[in-house]
């Protein structure tokens, strides 16, 4: 939701004041380092759970003793920025138009907000766990909502500052956290059940383990995912990061667009392996994948090969189109790439095997700090961008084989050939066919309609060169044609 008014918040409040808002998302992803684990531990555990109702009381109890986690280091981190805001003001941000004060005061701001944010995490990975994915994004969505459209009557009415944005984060923030885990405690049981439900350091032992090897992966893939946008902020004038924020928000589409299968696939897949079902779970893993290939391949495609058009068709502003065409094109994929290897991943925590991902992720970091600094220094915001690409080039042709080679031996040839990289080629192509028709993109409905063909042709192309995707739309077709026809 935010990506459709971030032309206007960059024209409200400037594309200083808006690298700030890129500020607070980076400082928002690196405080998840500080759950140690416990948001992808609980969600697994809950999974396992839930099915045994002889168990939902240990289930309780789980919540409650990480609570006892969450919550005071969610006040640690909100404090910890707060209390560095004027070194990061003085001696790491460059700002031209906002004063030192401003960009202290709103770095004090953005620490509120990181703290009163950061436990609702924690709550969605618990409703994940207990499969309530389409009650979890009813509220995430309707969040998201008020968090983007209702900041505009705030930045139009009561001041058109970076503050004021701030401080509705805030309030919305604190309205997220506390209904989710009124919901968690609600779904989990009965009143007493929650009252009853005490903290217990056996239940803290039974998820160190897996705990600590997801606190390893979050802490590398977090370093891995913010240093490109930290590098800049320091390398670069912050306008410049305003932009790049601006492309990173467009490409973000790209994960968003995966996430709910991952939402509710890991405890699906954590449930089948507890069942040691395993046929059943290779089955639903393979069907996954095909089905990520082509949303993925088809929303990425169009992406990248339409960059300029739709950046023109977006902000209105030829100049940035022009200027961000080449980054968003990298950074796009870069977010395919990755959301190709979101399911494979699914599978590694389902099947508690951790080792692999902090591996890969830690001599990534090796690679990827000095690689950064040399990108951002000889290209600036494309060379910031590369990062994703090369990482993720990686993960496709080292991670994943080695996974499959693990838990399912021989797998990664068919994950490839079959599953991933057919459907890609066929979107690719299609959307590179189709820019040799498209006339020149004007702002208008027409405009609109005719990369809305696009987006519809290259969804065809790529659904069909799936087999699992393919089969499904063919029987959904049947039945529906059979249906009319028997009435």
Not at 165 to 193: K, S
């Amino acid at each position: 939701m935010m990506i459709a008014f971030i032309p206007l918040y960059l024209e409200i409040l400037g594309a200083e004041s808006f690298g700030l808002v890129g500020i607070m998302l980076s400082l928002q992803a690196i405080s998840q380092m500080f759950d140690f684990g416990v948001g992808g531990a609980v969600n697994r555990e809950l999974a396992t759970r839930v099915g045994n109702r002889e168990r939902v009381p240990s289930a309780a109890n789980l919540i409650r003793t990480l609570e006892w986690v969450v919550w005071p280091m969610a006040l640690m981190v909100g404090g910890l920025i707060s209390l560095c805001s004027e070194w990061i003001s003085t001696v790491w941000l460059s700002g031209q138009q906002l004063s030192v004060e401003e960009l202290e005061n709103s770095l004090i701001i953005i620490g509120v907000v990181v703290a009163c944010l950061w436990p609702s995490n924690f709550y969605l990975n618990c409703l994940s766990g207990l499969e309530k994915q389409p009650l979890m994004n009813v509220i995430t969505a309707s969040f998201t909502t008020l968090r983007s459209v209702g900041v505009l009557p705030v930045l139009f009415f009561l001041a058109p500052t970076i503050s004021a944005f701030l401080w509705w984060n805030v309030v919305v923030a604190v309205l997220q956290t506390l209904l989710l885990a009124v919901v968690v405690w609600h779904t989990i049981g009965t009143r007493r059940l929650s009252l009853d439900a005490k903290f217990s350091f056996d239940e803290l032992a039974s998820v160190a383990k897996f705990a600590s090897g997801m606190f390893l992966i979050t802490v590398l893939a977090l370093v891995l995912t913010q240093v490109d946008r930290l590098m800049l902020s320091g390398l670069s004038p912050l306008s410049e990061l305003g932009y790049y924020t601006v492309a990173l928000s467009v490409a973000a589409g790209i994960g968003k667009l995966i996430q709910p299968m991952f939402t509710a696939l890991y405890p699906r897949f954590s449930r089948l392996h507890a069942a040691e079902d395993d046929i059943g779970l290779t089955e639903l893993y393979r069907q996954s994948c095909q089905w990520s290939s082509v949303i993925l391949s088809a929303a990425g495609a169009v992406l990248i090969v339409f960059s300029e058009q739709i950046l023109y068709l977006w902000t209105g502003d030829a100049d940035t189109s022009v200027q961000l065409r080449c980054v968003l094109a990298v950074l796009v994929a870069g977010a395919v790439l990755n959301g190709l290897v979101t399911i494979p991943y699914a599978l590694q925590l389902a099947k508690g095997w951790t080792r692999l991902s902090v591996g890969v992720n830690a001599v990534s970091v090796l690679f990827a700090i000095p690689f950064c600094y040399q990108a951002i220094n000889s290209y600036g915001m494309l060379g910031a961008a590369s990062l994703c690409l090369v990482l993720n080039v990686t993960y496709v042709f080292v991670a994943v084989p080695l996974m499959h080679q693990k838990l399912l031996p021989g797998g990664w040839l068919r994950w490839f050939f079959n599953d991933t990289f057919p459907i890609i080629c066929t979107a690719i192509i299609t959307a590179l066919a189709c820019s040799f028709l498209l006339p020149e993109t004007t702002r208008d409905l027409i405009g609109l309609l005719w990369l809305g063909l696009v987006c519809s042709i290259v969804g065809l192309a790529a659904m069909f060169s799936s087999s699992v995707v393919r089969r499904f739309a063919l029987e959904k077709l049947q039945l529906y044609f059979g249906l009319n026809l028997s009435n």
